[in-house]
Every structure is written in C-alpha cells, then in structure tokens.
C-alpha cells in the first residue's frame, strides 16, 4: 500500500506566486516524513525533513512544509516561486527505507 | 567527502547480457540502498544493507538480480540476463540511520537493447 501519496501530476504556477505541492500520508503513529527534489538529468537533492517538533519545517532554497496530523498532510510551500524552481518533487515517508510518492511536477512560468 | 559516486553513468547492453554497477557511498554511512526508478516515475526500492547484511529486499528483485556489499563499503548490483524491462537508472543512497536524511549517488543509466 502506498504510503505517501501526491494527488497532483503537475502543478503550474507564475513566478512570484506563492506554490503548493500535495502530499498525504497515511502511516499511523509519527511518521519521518521528507520531500526531494529532481531535476532534470541530475541527482535527486534532499530540501527538508520532519522528524518531530514543529510542525513548520524549513529547508532549502527558500522551501518549507507543514506537518498536519489532523489532516495527514505534509505540504510543500515557497512564497515566492522561481523559474528555476521547475522540477519533479517527491513526497517521501522513512520507513527504516524511503517510499516514495508518485511525484509531482511543478512548472513555474515566468 | 565527495558523496555518493556511482559507475559507470551510462550502460547500455544487448539483451541477455550480464551487467553489474557500483556504489560508493558516503565512508561513515553504514547503510545502503538501491532503488530503481523509470522515466517520470518516483524511485522503487530494490534492496538495502546495514553494513555488510543485507537487510531487506523488495519482491522487485527477481532471481536474475543480487547485490553484494562486502567488508560494509562498496556495494555492487548485477543483474543477470538483462531483459528490455530492466531499462532505467538506477540508484544509489546511503544513510547513518532511519530520519537521518539519505544522500543519493547520480544514477546508472541502463538501456537494454
């Protein structure tokens, strides 16, 4: 069963405009929960990680997501999105191995 | 530290070859993973060691695949009798422990033709 799940195939959005990428997950108890990046013919990059704590954690590139155990969601959010920010990202649960998401490909537009 | 470094970066190979890749991961990380990931699709987890042992393998791995990674450093992936649905990259992590955070070698791309 999937453990992680993103609803979104792509997600488009103007330069400057605040994004979101989807994710749920639906491990029960405190998940370790991640997103990655992949761009194009290059490695995957890690951006951030929840492990416990807060629920709002930081990370790379100006890039942040939202624990919710209510909701079970862990969302993926940049106020300001870039062009270069064009990429698959991936919502992934640590299981003692990553599950990965389906993947979401997000298109900015300058 | 220069990461993970996996070889070669491109493979490709007539069908019913044998074909084995290499992973060098990050020295003090005990453990190792492959996963296996097709155009435009999240990576699959093949199998994963801590140290020397391997731990755990997915139902992925049919018999034509085995990996190895003697003495806890290295680990190398063999596939036997390549078909053309072993065509994709392959990958590798590496990882202290579980919420660690995993850093991920560039791949072997493998086509079979």
């Known amino acids: 069963a999937q453990s992680v799940a993103q609803p979104e195939d792509q997600v488009n959005v103007a330069e400057g405009n605040p994004l979101t990428v989807k994710c749920t997950y639906s491990v029960s108890g405190n998940p370790y929960l991640f997103w990655y990046v992949q761009y194009p013919n290059r490695g995957l990059q890690f951006l951030l990680k929840?492990?416990?704590?807060?629920?709002l954690v930081k990370g790379s590139y100006g890039f942040e997501a939202e624990f919710n155990k209510s909701q079970t969601s862990f969302h993926l959010k940049k106020p300001s999105a870039l062009v270069s920010d064009s990429a698959l990202y991936f919502c992934?649960?640590?299981?003692?191995?990553?599950?990965f998401g389906t993947g979401t490909r997000l298109q900015v537009f300058p | 530290d220069t990461g993970v470094s996996q070889n070669p970066r491109h493979k490709i190979t007539k069908r019913g070859q044998n074909v084995t890749f290499r992973c060098d991961p990050i020295s003090e990380h005990n453990r190792l993973y492959w996963y296996r990931q097709t155009l435009g699709q999240g990576p699959e987890f093949l199998t994963y060691?801590?140290?020397?042992?391997?731990?755990?393998k997915s139902r992925l791995l049919s018999d034509r695949f085995s990996a190895e990674r003697p003495k806890g450093s290295f680990s190398t992936l063999e596939i036997q009798r390549t078909e053309q649905g072993d065509s994709a990259m392959y990958l590798c992590a590496s990882s202290l422990s579980q919420g660690y955070g995993y850093t991920f070698g560039s791949g072997t791309r493998l086509t079979v033709v």
């Open positions: 929840y492990i416990t704590g807060d629920n």
């Open positions: 992934v649960e640590d299981t003692d191995k990553l599950i």
């Open positions: 060691f801590q140290n020397e042992a391997q731990l755990e």
